[in-house]
């Protein structure tokens, strides 16, 4: 094998292996930075032998054993391992046996339950005493095994400041002593809704990316939805797990039909549906089925789940059941009360009921304070304006969007509805003075 090969190896094992590795070793040494530490020991010792030995069989397992060495050599070392032997061996203190081998007493703290691990490692990254930017880096580097270049370069910020957010991350954990567990009782339903929005965002960011040239970035979305699988295994009881999964499996469905050749933006109402991932869509809703099969009222990913599922079932968008759209908008509005949401839902009831009634809607969202600065709310009502006949309105409400959007793809999609609406109103226009001839 060359170095090359064997380096090639390395960066795919590391990828899958890393979450597990790290989730391990933070159980015992109840540090997450440190624990990534010794991963990252244990990589570097791979990059050291296997272009020479070739890669292991189980090369997690090799990883695995040579991270443990390492941590049971940083015990022996540390005073910490005498606290650890306390809590781990207390024939220690009552007398009864010898005194436990160091190396044993490691390993076998290391030899848990891996997913418990993993379901741990993820509340831990999201833990609330982080900021949302924190949480989503230390997501992407110790669940996605993303590194820091990498994570800058997708939400397009200096690598630096990447970096400091990890570094500053590991440290507030560490001086917070935020316990290495899943939370229980009343605390689990409000951190597991942090941890979805984490998965969420990281989601969105790559289906509809708020700045730089690209309308997706793919590779984000891919690892949103490697992180909800993960979750959807771990927490096969919570309904907004599953929700939350098929929500963005029917969403990166569409995503070969979402860009032109050029890459321009494609929208929902002009894709080609039999460029849809039928795969993709068969395991979203059968994710929606599980989140419903699981009882109770549906939560907002799962009420977004049900929306897009009206999109992937229907062949032609005619036949799209916009009235149910707008229903369930309807019942995500009353669960989590949001001006985005009120849009979205003023678009479908436009959709169902004529554009006058969905321009009602959008109107009284007008001197919505936090709207301010959104680009899709004069892009909507240019939208609903245009199929009005309003032309020079909406002429004007595009021109708006596009000044306020950061995404260039986006802007530019927005300056040639512009342009035909400066067109189709000049049309317009020759037409009335012909006939007044």
């Given at each position: 094998?060359?170095a090359s090969?064997?380096?090639?190896?390395?960066?795919?094992v590391?990828?899958i292996?890393?979450?597990r590795?790290?989730?391990?070793?933070?159980r015992?040494?109840r540090?997450?930075?440190?624990?990534e530490?010794?991963?990252?020991?244990?990589?570097?010792?791979?990059l050291?032998?296997?272009?020479?030995?070739?890669v292991?069989?189980?090369p997690g397992?090799?990883?695995m054993?040579?991270?443990k060495?390492?941590?049971?050599?940083?015990?022996?070392r540390?005073e910490?391992?005498?606290?650890?032997?306390?809590?781990?061996?207390?024939?220690?203190?009552?007398?009864?046996?010898?005194?436990?081998?160091?190396s044993?007493?490691?390993?076998s703290?290391l030899?848990?339950?891996?997913e418990d691990?993993?379901?741990?490692?993820v509340f831990t990254?999201?833990?609330?005493?982080?900021?949302?930017?924190?949480?989503v880096a230390?997501?992407?580097?110790?669940?996605?095994?993303?590194?820091?270049?990498?994570?800058a370069?997708?939400?397009?910020?200096?690598?630096?400041?990447?970096?400091?957010?990890i570094?500053?991350?590991?440290?507030?954990?560490?001086e917070a002593?935020v316990p290495?567990e899943?939370?229980r009782g009343?605390e689990?339903?409000?951190?597991l809704s942090s941890?979805?929005?984490v998965?969420?965002?990281?989601f969105?960011?790559?289906?509809a990316?708020t700045a730089?040239?690209?309308?997706m970035?793919?590779a984000?979305?891919?690892?949103?939805?490697?992180?909800g699988?993960i979750l959807?295994?771990?927490?096969p009881?919570?309904?907004?797990?599953?929700?939350?999964?098929?929500?963005?499996?029917?969403?990166?469905s569409r995503?070969?039909?979402?860009?032109?050749?050029s890459g321009?933006?494609?929208?929902l109402?002009d894709?080609?549906?039999?460029?849809?991932?039928q795969?993709?869509i068969?395991?979203?809703?059968a994710?929606l089925?599980r989140?419903?099969?699981l009882?109770?009222?549906l939560g907002?990913?799962?009420?977004?789940?049900?929306?897009?599922?009206?999109?992937?079932r229907?062949r032609?968008p005619?036949?799209?059941?916009?009235?149910?759209?707008?229903?369930l908008?309807?019942?995500?509005?009353?669960?989590?009360?949001s001006?985005?949401?009120?849009?979205n839902?003023a678009?479908a009831?436009?959709?169902?009921?004529?554009?006058?009634?969905?321009?009602e809607?959008?109107?009284?969202?007008?001197?919505?304070?936090?709207?301010?600065?959104?680009?899709?709310?004069?892009?909507v009502r240019?939208?609903?304006?245009v199929?009005?006949?309003?032309?020079?309105?909406?002429r004007?409400?595009?021109?708006?969007?596009?000044?306020?959007?950061?995404n260039g793809r986006?802007?530019a999609?927005?300056?040639e509805r512009?342009a035909?609406?400066?067109?189709?109103?000049?049309?317009?226009g020759?037409?009335?003075?012909?006939?007044?001839r």
């Amino acid at each position: 094998m060359t170095a090359s090969d064997a380096h090639r190896a390395i960066d795919a094992v590391w990828r899958i292996e890393s979450a597990r590795l790290i989730a391990g070793l933070a159980r015992v040494v109840r540090d997450v930075g440190l624990a990534e530490e010794l991963a990252q020991d244990a990589l570097v010792a791979a990059l050291e032998q296997w272009p020479e030995s070739g890669v292991p069989r189980n090369p997690g397992a090799w990883l695995m054993a040579t991270a443990k060495h390492r941590a049971i050599d940083l015990l022996r070392r540390q005073e910490r391992f005498q606290r650890k032997l306390t809590e781990l061996g207390h024939e220690l203190e009552t007398g009864q046996g010898a005194a436990p081998d160091p190396s044993a007493v490691a390993e076998s703290a290391l030899d848990g339950d891996i997913e418990d691990d993993l379901l741990r490692l993820v509340f831990t990254a999201c833990h609330p005493v982080l900021s949302t930017e924190a949480q989503v880096a230390l997501t992407l580097r110790l669940l996605g095994g993303l590194t820091t270049g990498e994570i800058a370069r997708a939400f397009l910020v200096p690598e630096p400041t990447v970096a400091q957010r990890i570094v500053r991350a590991k440290r507030t954990l560490a001086e917070a002593h935020v316990p290495f567990e899943v939370p229980r009782g009343p605390e689990l339903a409000a951190r597991l809704s942090s941890v979805l929005g984490v998965v969420y965002l990281v989601f969105n960011e790559g289906y509809a990316a708020t700045a730089g040239d690209d309308w997706m970035r793919p590779a984000l979305c891919e690892e949103a939805l490697r992180l909800g699988r993960i979750l959807a295994e771990l927490a096969p009881k919570e309904p907004e797990v599953h929700g939350l999964v098929g929500l963005m499996e029917i969403q990166a469905s569409r995503s070969r039909a979402r860009t032109g050749p050029s890459g321009e933006p494609i929208l929902l109402l002009d894709q080609e549906r039999s460029r849809w991932d039928q795969l993709l869509i068969r395991r979203g809703l059968a994710a929606l089925e599980r989140a419903e099969a699981l009882g109770g009222a549906l939560g907002p990913y799962a009420l977004q789940a049900a929306i897009a599922a009206c999109h992937a079932r229907a062949r032609t968008p005619e036949e799209t059941d916009w009235v149910r759209i707008a229903v369930l908008y309807g019942a995500l509005v009353q669960l989590t009360p949001s001006p985005v949401v009120e849009l979205n839902r003023a678009v479908a009831v436009a959709m169902a009921f004529g554009p006058a009634a969905g321009l009602e809607l959008v109107d009284a969202l007008a001197g919505e304070p936090s709207l301010t600065g959104y680009h899709l709310l004069p892009s909507v009502r240019g939208d609903l304006l245009v199929k009005l006949g309003r032309l020079d309105e909406a002429r004007a409400e595009l021109e708006r969007a596009a000044s306020l959007t950061r995404n260039g793809r986006e802007r530019a999609l927005l300056l040639e509805r512009v342009a035909a609406c400066r067109q189709a109103s000049a049309a317009a226009g020759s037409a009335a003075a012909d006939a007044a001839r």
